[in-house]
């Protein structure tokens, strides 16, 4: 059944519950099933949005709570007392999906705080906040919203995320990384020393990073849209099977503890994940998956020296410039293209976990760049330039993550370019917890110089981005932690940086 017709079908269902449901959700709760991964909410349009929530016994103990799908009553308020009800339904828990439970929400008020909950028998969930999307055609006169990405569990503590209690943000923008399939122990442990191997390993990593405290609050708070970084599903496009395996592994399990819309095909290594959204006449956002269909980032790894950097970063070699080499496919190149030429918006947004601002560093008199971002698909980066200059794109603004650091830059199209000619500005947003060591930094901070375009880098901080959109103006905050060894660390705005509205170039505010 397709989610949309059960969503549709969900007062038919509660009218006539089939019996054997019923008799499930009793076998569950005698079981002591409950809500221990709490609440949360995503994916919001302008009168939609998904709530989840995945029952289990504890957050550690993930065998199945029933033998069979288990119905869950849902709600939605607008106050948080769930006293005024505005939509209300019964959500199915399959077992197939670890009995998570994924409801897609439609007929909602644009641009509006809504309240919900979840109800098995007699135990509630907490109650969770989501808001939806102002309308595409509303006429705006501000725009908030967070991103973040990167939180290796074993490096630090997510209270970043509290910081966001006092931003008034709309939504959190999740670039990636939300799981971590490696460690090297830190100031707390995986549930195991070894990177998962097939879905229930995944599924236990998952069930371990959603009770970090304050993760879990963001979720209850705001809704988010996650996107998929190599550390949530490794694999580039590829024909092995034995990694295709494990990629459909880590997208079920992902997908089981996400507040997302689209469901992977059960043992499928393929799951829709690009979006894009209209907020207002103000925000074109593209969120294209930059994982899936990903041509190889190794390509020079040959010649590289791998005692440099780890071997993240690689030795220049011709066949990065390939003209065929994508990071998005083909058809969501062509999905991108449509978005920039067609787009109304004042902001044009491309949400790529990766960083698009070229990069050139130095390595014993050789040139090295980070393959693994936009360098090494600068023949499709190229394109993308092309079009935003041909369809004389309004305002195009890049946001990343993936390096750890705060990097404020404009894209131009090549390293060593004057600023002035840079086609777009980037904000890469440092992580939430995940560290950048030293060998990775060094080689950064020594090519500033060769990179005037890269405006400010800071790789020592943990924290986030705060996006405040207007006509005028658009500001970015660096929002940082004090500390992400232990809980209870403090959220302050570490710079700004501003790009007015038809200018070329970022400015520190
Ligand atoms: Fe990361």
């Known amino acids: ?71 869950v009553e849902w709600i939605v308020a607008n106050d948080e007392r769930l006293t005024d009800i505005v939509r209300r339904g019964v959500g199915i828990a399959r077992p197939e999906f670890g009995h998570s439970v994924h409801v897609d929400v439609e007929g909602l008020q644009p641009d509006r705080w809504y309240w919900y909950a979840f109800r098995l028998g007699g135990e509630m ?11 595409a055609s509303a006429a705006l006169s501000r725009f908030r919203f967070n991103v973040v990405s990167c939180q290796h569990w074993e490096n630090g503590y997510f209270d970043a995320y509290d910081g966001m209690a006092e931003d008034d943000a709309s939504f959190v923008l999740h670039l990636g990384d939300y799981i971590y399939e490696v460690g090297r122990g830190g100031v707390r442990s995986h549930e195991s020393k070894t990177a998962p191997a097939n879905l229930d390993d ?27 970084d190599n550390h949530d599903a490794l694999t580039e496009n590829t024909d092995d099977m034995a990694k295709l395996k494990l990629r459909a592994a880590a997208y079920q399990a992902w997908y089981e503890f996400q507040p997302v819309r689209n469901a992977p095909l059960l043992s499928s290594p393929a799951m829709p994940i690009l979006r894009g959204r209209d907020i207002g006449g103000l925000l074109r956002l593209s969120i294209p998956d930059t994982r899936q269909f990903k041509d190889s980032e190794s390509v020079c790894a040959a010649g590289t020296d791998r005692n440099f950097a780890f071997g993240v970063f690689q030795k220049a070699c011709e066949a990065s410039e390939a003209a065929g080499r994508s990071m998005l496919g083909a058809p969501q190149e062509t999905w991108l293209d449509e978005r920039l030429k067609t787009s109304q918006a004042r902001w044009n947004v491309l949400a790529s976990t990766v960083m698009m601002t070229p990069f050139d560093m130095d390595h014993e008199g050789a040139l090295y760049r980070y393959l693994q971002s936009w360098d090494g698909y600068p023949a499709e980066r190229a394109r993308i330039l092309d079009q935003i200059e041909k369809y004389r794109v309004s305002n195009p603004i890049a946001i990343a993550g993936d390096i750890h650091s705060n990097l404020v830059s404009d894209v131009v199209r090549r390293a060593g370019d004057d600023p002035k000619t840079a086609l777009m500005s980037e904000f890469v947003g440092t992580s939430i917890s995940s560290l950048w060591p030293e060998p990775l930094a060094k080689p950064m901070r020594d090519a500033l110089p060769a990179n005037p375009h890269i405006r400010h880098y800071e790789y020592t901080r943990r924290g986030y981005l705060r996006m405040t959109v207007t006509e005028d103006r658009w500001t970015t905050d660096l929002r940082t932690i004090d500390f992400t060894d232990k809980p209870g660390g403090k959220v302050s705005t570490d710079r700004s940086f501003v790009v007015e509205n038809g200018q070329t170039g970022v400015k520190a505010a």
């Open 202 to 228: 995944y599924r236990r990593r998952h069930a371990l990073y959603k009770t970090d405290a304050a993760l879990r609050r963001a979720h209850e708070r705001l809704p988010f849209m996650v996107t998929l």
């Open 125 to 135: 969930s907490p109650v969770g906040r989501t808001r939806t999307l102002p309308s």
């Open 1 to 71: 059944m397709k989610r949309r017709h059960f969503v549709a079908g969900a007062g038919l269902a509660l009218a006539a519950p089939s019996l054997i449901i019923r008799n499930v959700a009793a076998q569950a709760l005698a079981s002591g099933a409950g809500f221990p991964f709490s609440v949360a909410s995503g994916d919001p349009t302008s009168d939609a949005v998904v709530l989840w929530t995945k029952l289990a016994r504890a957050a550690d103990d993930l065998t199945p709570v029933a033998n069979g799908s288990v119905e």
